[in-house]
Structure formats: structure tokens, C-alpha cells
């Protein structure tokens, strides 16, 4: 059964804009070859770390979400566990509710209500 995923990717903010998008699309064939479906890809781009990783100060955050059957998120995680441009990353299970793109800032603000 297929479930909702929220990855986090920080990676070396050295690294040019065109080799992150080409790793951030090799990542995300890799869990359609699982039987992945992707979601949302959201590229944040540079930020200050709240404090240094591996001598770094800032890096390029990229968010992406994906409907997966969990044996293909873990491969996922292992491959970025070994990739050298990846200073951190987090892969979380979601609710179903809060798949998709952001909501304007307007609209989430009432529907993410207490239920």
C-alpha cells in the first residue's frame, strides 16, 4: 500500500543550481523504479544552517513528497545517507491531509483547523 512521504534534502550549497536539480532528479527516478509516485518538489533553495554541518554554514533545502510503498522510501534513504552532496536529509511519513503543494498562506490559515 502505497503511502503519503515528505523528504527533506540539505545539500552543499557549493554545488551549481543544475548539479542539485540533476541529483534531486536522479533521486526521484530512483523511487519511480520502486513503483513510486512523485509529488510535490519544492527547491528552497540557499539557507544559513542553524549551525555548521561538516564545516559547512549553508545549504541548498529542497522538499519533495511522494506517494511510496515503504521499501522504496528506505532505498531512497539509503542512497542519500551515501551521497556525498547531501549533508542532511529526513524522510517523514505525512497525514494524507497534508500531501500536496502549500496552501496559499490565506487559505491554510482556516483550513488546518483543530479537528
Given amino acids: 500500500m502505497t503511502r503519503p512521504y515528505e523528504v527533506m534534502i540539505i545539500i552543499d550549497a557549493d554545488l551549481e543550481e543544475e548539479t542539485i536539480r540533476a541529483s534531486v ?3 526521484l527516478q530512483l523511487i519511480e523504479s520502486k513503483g513510486a509516485e512523485r509529488g510535490h518538489v519544492d527547491f528552497w533553495g540557499k539557507r544559513r544552517l542553524a549551525y555548521e554541518i561538516r564545516h559547512k554554514a549553508d545549504g541548498y533545502y529542497v522538499v519533495l513528497q511522494a506517494r511510496a510503498e515503504p521499501q522504496a522510501m ?3 534513504h539509503r542512497t ?3 551521497a556525498d552532496e547531501v549533508i542532511r536529509h529526513m524522510v517523514l511519513r505525512i497525514p494524507e491531509k497534508v500531501y500536496g503543494p502549500p496552501k496559499a498562506a490565506g487559505a491554510s490559515a482556516g483550513s488546518r483547523h483543530r479537528e
Fill in 80 to 82: 542519500l545517507s551515501l
Fill in 74 to 76: 528506505e532505498e531512497l
Fill in 25 to 27: 532528479e536522479r533521486w
